[in-house]
């Protein structure tokens, strides 16, 4: 099966540190692969590389078949990543928000209204700035972002943090049918019993090094 | 060339005797400039300065010249090699220090031979604006980053500067003509150059010249070895970043 | 995705920002009146403040101009969108070319404040040719700090110690707008007893600032935001 990343010993410095210390990582197209592990043990960073965001140091790979040294550019513009930040402008509104997102990508009008109605953003929440929003709201809006991007690989980092539970259920089914419109999916999350049952592979990452479960 | 840690030294033989000419040259500038040459008729010892002050912002040209055309290296060539990123830091860095010297002693002259220290003539604040924008420069330097986040970041600075500091003195050169007082004479011009004086003054641009140059390598290889220390470190880092694993 | 629109959506999405926060009309504007009135009590003379008029303004504009870039990049890493942004795999030109647009509209706005502020508190007569003067100048000025603020601010915007980093890197490159703004200026206004038609030369300055910068901004943002 062809694989979406390949990532050979990569090694990516954050501000001097050295956040990853070679990474060795495959994942299939289709694949929902969950990446575990305590704090500070560099799954952002894993995540912030398969994005094409941080520079890979030493080692390489590919991400979609593009280079993750040579190609970062083309590859941001395939995936979508959901990081600790949101990516929204506080000072505008949800729908205003996820407009700008669209027009940044051409898509239609239809898609954004499909999209806020996918993640409940439709209603009175559509009106309302971000900056009043609840840790939930805002990471559905994100979502919705996402979802008018039609990403090829999602990438996920601590989707359910801060989130209650139909907060996190939502999360769950939203990454259920991107799975079976053929994304695929690397995810990281401490909630292991409920990434889990959605993952077809758990991935430990500990010391900026893949541990366990790094290869099919 | 690989320093190692044991031979941390940024000298060669080349260097060496590189550094012994400028030595000697050094020496007979202090001499021809101080003693040999003659007084100028109009300004008297005065003049003496210009043996420092033409070579040092000559120098300082030289090195932003030089940092651009390195920078310019850097970002068209393919193999995108931080040695071409030294060389420009290295160049600017001497860059800055003798602007600020031709600043300092051009003041000074100005001082004896206009009794003011700094006049609002094109060349001074053109002069000024270049000291300015390539600390500037040595700022965005250390931002911090990778290797070669430094390399890109500065080098792109450094093609940006040689847009703007044409622009900068065009701009001020039209200020300054709009003016119509009378415009404070060139100092060099005035002097009657003889021919001792003329070959010190050559004499101080060789001798500034070849110190440059010393200084210029040097200094890119004081940060080749700052450089490859950061990436030892490195090394170390990553094997203690992967003994978090196994500790826990 | 085309540049242009691309841009587009970018400029709108910050005026409305701007339109949502109101920071520049709150905050931006009233600072730069402050600054007016300040030089105003540093240089008690009604006689040099209408000579220096010009300068004021512009000196004002620049001042004004830090805070409105640092505010058009603090927009960006609140949450991260600059980030989102390079995911997204937006053209760098792009993001540029808008946000310059919108830093624009913004300093057209405050430099508009300023003038009249100088009409009321210093005492300047503008003739009717003067005045086109002064607006053809106030756009051309306009126009190259737009560029070389969105692309320091970029620069800046990364960076730990960005409040210290722009204004050494920003100022000395709009020293020539600084200079050509305020001569033409001083035409404009006739302060001094400076003619109008002495303000057009300046003006074509100006012109070929913003184009350089332009150019270059497009070209060397993307390489000076990235990581």
Redesign the interface.
Known sequence: MENVVELRGV?A?L????AL??VDLTVARGEVVLLQG?NG?GKTSVLRVC?????V?RGGGTVLGMDVTSQR??I??????L???????????VT?NIR??A????ATTEEVAAAMARMGLDGRLASV??DRLSAGQ?RRCALA?MLV?RAELWLLDEPHAGLDAAGRDEIDAVLRDAVSAGATVVVSSHELERAGALASRVVTV????I?DGGTR | MTPTAAHATTGTPATRRLGAVVAVLLALLVMSGLWWSAEDVVQGSTVRIMYVHVPSIWVAYMAFALTAVCSGAYVSGRSRSVAWDRVAGASAEIGVLFVAVSLVTGSLWGRLTWGTYWVWDARLTSTAFLFITYVGYLAVRRL???L??RARRSSVIALLAVLEIPLVHFSVELWRSLHQEASVANPNARVELDGLMLFTLMLGLATFTALFVWLLLHRQRVILLEDTV?DR??DE???S???????? | ?NRR??AV??A??DL??EA??RVIVNQVAPFALVVMVMFAFALDNDGILQRVAPGLVWLATLFSMLVVVQRSFA?ES????L????????DPAAIFLGKSAALMVQLFALEVVLVCAAFVLYGVEPTAAGWAEAFVTMVAATVGLGFVGTLYGGLAAGARGRETLLPLLLLPVVAPVLIGATRATEAAFGSGGASVSEGWPWIGLLAVFAVIFGAAGSVAFGPLVD?
């Open positions: 090694v410095v501000g001097g540190f050295p210390a070679g305590p043990a994005a094409g965001l941080l520079p140091e550019e083309a941001r513009s395939r995936v979508g990543l990081g600790h930040t949101n990516g929204l402008y506080l000072d505008l509104t205003q700008f997102w027009s940044t990508v051409g700035r971000a805002r972002s991007r500990d010391g900026g090094m541990v | 911090g980053g990778t070669r986040q950061a470190g490195l880092a990553i094997a970043r992967r003994d978090e694993a196994g500790a826990r | 995705m629109s691309v959506a970018v709108r999405k409305a920002v949502g926060s927009v609140a949450d991260g969108a980030d989102a942004l390079r995911v997204a795999g937006v990581e």
